[in-house]
């Protein structure tokens, strides 16, 4: 797993103001190919120390390259996804396990979270949400209100909830299957925080190479420094008609002849009766209600997400 090129150290950068405020910390690259929050990062902290932007209040932190194999080697994972099964570990296996152990630790320090992604097909950028207000076992928070708010700022429209919950379920029908599958294998960044108390935002910033995306990523971080009060800039206005979508179940490859009945795109639009795929037998696989595909994966492995299944939310309103 480790040779000499490996890197040993991740670069985490802080901004103080000198009055109180909130601990904002903000990733680039956890996925190494996705470095629009990188470039992003880059250009603010020169605005911060060349005296062109000052942090007023609070504490901004900001980590460009959060998984530096993944970055060296250009590629989304180093030995394994950065942004699952995310905790500290006394025995680490792999080079996700060491940037664990140091990123957890900091990510309990700061109140909030922003973390810059990009993706893979064409579509518009959109931001991850996490549950509305609740005491469940999944995922409980209080903050939901400060989230949606935050999220409501960044400059994007498009809105998706349900992951983690989704996730839980997906993991329940690998289980009833006979498959090992844990719930805490959808932890990663995001999730992490908000069981530390924070309140974190997920923000896919366009495709990988769009030209665009390292500007939206930018703006989403102006944009969440002036909401939170820590910059100069005016508050920035929320969103006014969101499309907020929620993802309410995932299906797995079962087999590897299972095929789709096309190639569809992310957040195409399905209406209740479309034929979306088939099982290696015939089986069809048919939307149960008007929605979205989400997340298609044509190299999906047996026994792993396949595609999410999307309802239009009512959250935000
Ligand atoms: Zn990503």
């Known amino acids: 797993m480790m040779d000499s090129s490996t890197p040993t150290g991740l670069s985490v950068f802080q901004f103080a103001g000198l009055r109180q405020g909130p601990k904002v910390i903000i990733l680039g690259a956890v996925h190494g190919n996705e470095t629009c929050g990188t470039e992003a990062l880059k250009r603010l902290r020169q605005e911060i120390e060349s005296g062109e932007l000052c942090i007023n209040r609070g504490t901004l932190t900001m980590v460009p390259v959060t998984n530096p ?90 809105f998706v909830e349900g992951w983690l919950d989704t996730y839980a379920q997906g993991v329940r029908d690998r289980k009833a299957r006979g498959v090992d599958a844990r719930v805490d294998y959808g932890v990663g960044t995001t999730e992490t925080m908000r069981r530390g108390g924070g309140i974190a935002v997920t923000l896919e910033c366009g495709q990988h190479d769009d030209a665009t995306a390292p500007e939206t990523a930018y703006k989403a971080i102006r944009n969440t420094l002036a909401h939170l ?45 479309t034929v979306i795929a088939y099982r290696h037998d015939g089986v069809e696989l048919v939307a149960d209600r008007d929605g979205w595909i989400v997340f298609p994966n044509n190299t999906a492995q047996v026994n792993q997400e396949w595609f999410y299944l999307a309802a239009q939310s009512d959250r935000l309103g």
Request: proline share 6%.
């Open 69 to 158: 194999l993944a970055y060296q080697l250009q590629r989304r994972h180093g030995d394994r996804n950065l942004n699952r099964n995310m905790s500290r570990t006394d025995a680490p296996q792999d080079f996700e396990d060491l940037v664990c152990n140091v990123l957890c630790p900091l990510l309990e320090q700061h109140d909030v979270l922003l973390d810059l992604h990009s993706f893979q097909a064409p579509g518009i950028p959109f931001a991850l949400i996490g549950a509305p207000n609740n005491v469940g076992d999944i995922e409980p928070t209080s903050k939901a209100k400060q989230e949606e708010a935050m999220a409501m700022s960044l400059g994007v429209n498009r």
């Open 229 to 273: 009060e820590m910059t100069s800039d005016a508050k920035p206005e929320l969103v006014r008609n969101p499309e907020v979508i929620r993802l309410y179940r995932v299906i797995d490859r079962l087999h590897s002849d299972d095929v789709f009945s096309k190639k569809w795109l992310s957040f195409e639009k399905i209406t209740q009766g």
